[in-house]
């Protein structure tokens, strides 16, 4: 009897086994079909923190609900002060431009710009102190001594912006980050547009190295990275490289000696290391030695696949992670309310 139950305890325990590693081997066995094109999303980066923002509305009207001086319009004046942080954000990013400007007259001109857009957005929104006028109805003493509900409708807006966006990018999807197709590889972003690299110039694929003649060796096994000729960057990456691309995008970039490492990886891909770097070496190897084609969107007869999708997988810490800021919102509501003290 004792034999029996051992050995349905073990035909259990090897029917999980397989079924694991039939999941984890999957993506193998479909990388391992280079005629496919292989699509790179941030679908699932951007609804992964829809809870976040979820919870930042749950806070947000926690703080409405139970702030003083309610008499005041705080969800107008929240939307003057997003609209200012919205306003120093862009002189950031302008300043920044203007640091990575070579021309004098660019910098001077952005400078410029910035303090004019100052000062019209300020007579806008606030006008001369003590003003009557229709643009001059949010006295500067509502800016500076704003009511408490005003940041909970801070948190309102941007959770639910927030939400609003992630939700319409999953419906209606941006264009991949990067795509893999029989031709070569795809990368597209608003700072960077419609760079291709076919397989033919690509001249190994690894770990981002950035290891300096003398020094000790730094490899980066997380980031892959595909090694172009400096000429071939200097003809067809370089010209594409927008001046108002954000700060840190030059890392993407590093030199090697005659060469060029330009990073694949993006912390929005949430991909394991494998399913990023094993389709772009099967389809390097693959294509390598062919003759240069255009880019085109893969074979007709292969099929696509996507990763770094979000879907809904049914699983207890997935369902727990969205329906707990709905309970807290109810709870926030009606405890407003006074259902507690009933």
């Not at 679908?43 to 947000?60: E, I, Q, S």
Request: proline share 6%; net charge positive; charged share 15%.
């Amino acid at each position: 009897m004792l034999d029996i139950i051992t050995s349905q305890g073990e035909c259990c325990v090897g029917k999980v086994l397989r079924t694991v590693i039939d999941q984890e081997m999957s993506m193998s066995d479909q990388s391992a079909d280079v005629s496919s094109l292989v699509e790179y999303r941030r679908d699932k980066w951007l609804l992964d923190r829809v809870p976040w923002a979820m919870w930042f509305c749950v806070a947000g009207t926690a703080v409405v609900l139970h702030a003083g001086d309610r008499g005041r319009n705080g969800a107008a004046l929240a939307i003057v002060y997003l609209a200012l942080l919205g306003l120093a954000f862009a002189g950031w990013a302008a300043s920044t431009l203007i640091a990575r400007s070579t021309s004098l007259l660019a910098g001077l001109i952005l400078g410029v710009a910035i303090v004019m857009l100052v000062v019209v957005v300020t007579i806008l929104v606030a006008g001369t102190v003590g003003s009557n006028r229709w643009y001059g109805r949010l006295l500067w003493s509502g800016l500076v001594h704003p009511p408490p509900n005003v940041f909970g409708w801070m948190l309102i807006y941007l959770g639910c912006g927030y939400i609003a966006y992630a939700l319409f990018r999953h419906h209606y999807r941006e264009r991949p980050i990067v795509q893999l197709s029989q031709s070569g590889v795809s990368f597209n972003r608003p700072w960077l547009r419609d760079l291709f690299i076919p397989w033919q110039d690509i001249q190994a694929v690894g770990d981002l190295d950035i290891s300096r003649p003398g020094g000790p060796p730094a490899t980066y096994p997380g980031a892959t990275v595909v090694v172009v000729t400096n000429n071939f960057y200097a003809r067809n990456i370089a010209p594409k490289r927008s001046f108002l691309a954000p700060p840190g995008t030059e890392a993407m970039f590093q030199p090697k000696g005659a060469m060029m490492q330009v990073v694949l990886t993006s912390p929005e891909l949430v991909v394991t290391p494998n399913e990023f770097r094993a389709p772009i070496e099967a389809r390097w190897r693959a294509f390598r030695d062919r003759s240069v084609s255009v880019p085109q969107a893969g074979d007709p007869s292969g099929k696509c696949i996507a990763l770094g999708t979000w879907s809904f997988d049914g699983s207890w810490w997935q369902v727990i992670h969205f329906l707990a800021p709905l309970v807290a919102a109810a709870a926030v509501v009606l405890h407003a309310r006074g259902f507690w003290q009933m």
